[in-house]
């Protein structure tokens, strides 16, 4: 709870409760998230504004093994209860599976060892086409010099392949002490390779747009839209002259 409120305190206006799960450890199931409200029967008021502070639910799934995609695949109805949802894959083809097929939001980049793999152009590019964001986080980079050099050289390894495009930056803290305001975790994204703008959309416009995404995800299966079409020259060229008269008038 304390974590919970310092993310506030520091500057943010949402946060996401993350239930993590590793099929590599037995017995492993998939619950209903916990209602926020029944953790903060009360949420604070955001900084400058007069709404209230909004809290989601998030899955992350750690897969090693194809196999473990299945559950992903299966209309689980308690997966569809979460807000986002995000996968973190072990190997390079399940990064390729990650990014192409499942019906993800996020896709967690590994920022705490060298990464066994390297990325390739056309799974990235499925999935900025897909609307899926890549995550990076940042609470590794400050806790060890070792994890640090870790997460620079795989954040740049990524950069050099999505250019920039869809990265979110988050920090799983388990303590408040781990956690930074949104302005030094932009600064943060300097040093994995964003530009200015990119590292500010990475803690701003990115996980809006992920939290738009899992909502959609959840209540739609796509969107239709309307355009005006514009009306042609040729079309204007055939009013009689007289008609043209009277609507000027």
């Known amino acids: 709870k304390n974590t919970f409120t310092v993310c506030f305190s ?7 409760l993350n239930h993590v799960i590793d099929f590599k450890e037995k017995k492993q199931e998939i619950i209903k998230p916990v209602s926020p409200s029944e953790l903060f029967p ?7 504004t007069s709404k209230r502070i909004k809290v989601l639910t998030r899955l992350t799934l750690i897969v090693s093994d194809p196999s473990h995609c299945n559950l992903l695949r299966s209309t689980s109805a308690n997966i569809r209860l979460y807000d986002i949802i995000a996968v973190f894959p072990k190997t390079e083809k399940l990064f390729h599976i ?3 097929t499942l019906d ?3 896709v967690c980049i590994n920022v705490t060892e060298k990464l066994p793999f390297y990325f390739r152009r056309p799974p990235v590019n ?25 997460t620079i050289s795989n954040a ?17 803290a388990e303590r408040p002490l781990e956690l930074r305001g949104p ?24 996980c809006r747009a992920t939290m738009l995404h899992g909502e959609t995800r959840k209540s739609a299966c796509g969107v239709v839209y309307t355009v005006k079409k514009p009306r042609k020259v040729e079309e204007e060229e055939t009013v009689p ?3 043209k008269a009277k609507t000027q008038a």
Request: some cysteine; proline content about 2%.
């Open 10 to 16: 520091v500057g943010y206006s949402a946060v996401a």
């Open 42 to 48: 009360s949420l604070p008021i955001v900084q400058g």
């Open 98 to 100: 990650a990014c192409t």
């Open 104 to 106: 993800v939001d996020l």
């Open 126 to 150: 499925m999935a900025i086409d897909r609307g899926i964001y890549f995550e990076l986080l940042y609470t590794p980079a400050i806790k060890d010099s070792t994890m640090r050099r870790y």
């Open 156 to 172: 740049i390894s990524l950069m050099q392949i999505c250019k920039g495009k869809n990265i979110v930056i988050s920090s799983a």
């Open 183 to 206: 302005y030094d975790v932009a600064k943060l994204g300097l040093l994995f390779g964003l530009s200015e703008g990119e590292a500010k959309a990475a803690v701003s416009t990115n």
């Open 241 to 243: 002259a007289c008609k």
